[in-house]
């Protein structure tokens, strides 16, 4: 078997950068471990607007369950501030049929795929990966390819036996526990973000409505006394709702690995380290960067060179489109470990009375100068 590029992972980074490889024209094959794609779900579906844009999309309600206009803030002490927009921010998406989607456009573009087969080793000559190795049902084959993408995850196994470091530390990992619940007494069109030591140290606990009363309920912690799960059942032992779904999995906080590239492969996604460190939200930058590498897929085999010469070109576009977003997120991902409870505190005593507009409107000094007690919360932080 031979194809033009072999894509590892079957999710949100492998089908859309085996979408843009195959609308390219490009003989593509992409690979998923699972049965079905999109389960089990790692994801809490909270994504922007510009992932439809970059994708090329219109949203459907095929896997949309709600419109995002805000979200509210919960403090330690029980203060909520809600900011309220006038449109539409984002999405909540039902992960399950938006990855299965993409993968079903990703094959109507012309996508080969292998469901229930994993890929268990990389195929090199002369120091270049030139295939896989597969095992399907008990069977193992080789495949080769001119270039082979992995997208396989916050635990990628592929990009070790590619070359590249992508270790983490514990405390570079946000480990989450999530519930769908039914029964949740939730505005429809708002998420809401809890924050404080003894509810989700290290990170948040999230409410994002599905609608019809269904919510996905979870907590992403790091460095904490507890694991994910155990704020998670603290939270949702005191709410009128039930679950039925837990989700639990890892998100990659440090911003992109080293290298995400070498000859004749690319990275892409959580293996690659492209999520927002800060939120831990991986959809829309994952997007951006599956399309890149199914486009310079396409260049690389017009030009005939899968070298890292020519791959660099990947990383240098990843880099310009959302190389920014990241390493800012990762700042103030670092200025929100030094964060306290009377500090979420008073950020949300702050916000109270603000809409997503005003503040979007109001320059950083004009926010600073309004509040002298932000100013000295800024000064401890900064
Ligand atoms: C609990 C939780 C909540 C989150 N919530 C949000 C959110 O609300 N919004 C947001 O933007 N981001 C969120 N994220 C992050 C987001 O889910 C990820 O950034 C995104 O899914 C990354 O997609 P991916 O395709 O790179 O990797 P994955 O979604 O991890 O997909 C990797 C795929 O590769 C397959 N695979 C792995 N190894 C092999 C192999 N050897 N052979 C074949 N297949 C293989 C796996 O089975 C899997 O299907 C959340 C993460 C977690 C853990």
Redesign the pocket.
């Known amino acids: 078997m031979k194809y033009d590029v072999v894509v590892?992972?079957?999710?949100?980074?492998?089908?859309?950068t085996s979408l843009f490889a195959s609308k390219h024209g490009l003989d593509v094959l992409m690979?998923?471990?699972?049965q079905e794609?999109?389960t089990p779900?790692?994801?809490?579906?909270?994504?922007?607007c510009n992932?439809f844009q970059t994708l090329d999309m219109k949203p459907s309600n095929k896997y949309i369950c709600t419109e995002i206009y805000g979200g509210t803030i919960c403090s330690p002490d029980g203060n909520r501030a809600k900011l309220r927009g006038k449109k539409v921010e984002g999405y909540?998406?039902e992960?399950k049929a938006f990855?299965k989607h993409l993968a079903i456009e990703s094959a109507r573009a012309g996508t080969d795929i292998m469901v229930k087969?994993?890929?268990?080793d990389l195929v090199r000559k002369d120091g270049k990966v030139c295939g896989v190795v597969?095992k399907h049902m008990g069977k193992t084959m080789e495949i080769e390819a001119d270039l082979v993408i992995?997208?396989?995850?916050?635990?990628?196994?592929?990009a070790p036996l590619a070359g590249l470091n992508t270790q983490k530390r514990p405390q570079d990992i946000?480990s989450?526990?999530?519930y769908e619940m039914v029964g949740m007494d939730v505005d429809p069109n708002y998420v809401e973000f809890y924050f404080g030591a003894n509810t989700a140290p290290g990170g948040y606990l999230?409410v994002?409505p599905k609608g019809e009363g269904l919510a996905?309920v979870?907590v992403?912690v790091r460095n904490s006394p507890y694991p994910a799960y155990h704020y998670l059942q603290k939270f949702t032992s005191q709410l009128p709702a039930t679950p039925v779904e837990l989700?639990?999995?890892?998100?990659?906080l440090s911003g992109v690995v080293e290298k995400t590239f070498t000859d004749g492969f690319l990275l892409?996604?959580?293996?690659?380290g492209?999520?927002?460190p800060l939120?831990?939200?991986?959809?829309?930058?994952?997007v951006e960067c599956?399309k890149i590498a199914g486009e310079v897929a396409a260049e690389a085999l017009e030009k005939n060179d899968t070298s890292t010469r020519f791959l660099k070109n990947y990383e240098k576009q990843c880099r310009a489109k959302v190389g920014n977003n990241i390493k800012n997120s990762l700042k103030y991902r670092r200025i929100m470990d030094k964060l306290v409870d009377e500090d979420f505190n008073e950020i949300t005593k702050f916000l109270e009375g603000h809409d997503l507009e005003s503040i979007s409107k109001l320059s950083m000094m004009g926010l600073i100068k309004g509040h002298p007690n932000l100013l000295g919360l800024l000064k401890k932080i900064l």
């Open positions: 590892i992972g079957g999710r949100v980074g492998g089908s859309t690979i998923e471990k699972r794609i999109g779900v790692q994801c809490a579906g909270a994504t922007t992932t909540i998406l992960r990855d087969t994993m890929v268990t597969a992995a997208a396989d995850g916050v635990e990628s196994q592929i946000g989450c526990a999530q999230w994002f996905n979870g992403g989700n639990v999995g890892g998100v990659p892409v996604g959580d293996a690659a492209q999520v927002e939120s831990g939200g991986g959809i829309h930058t994952t599956a």
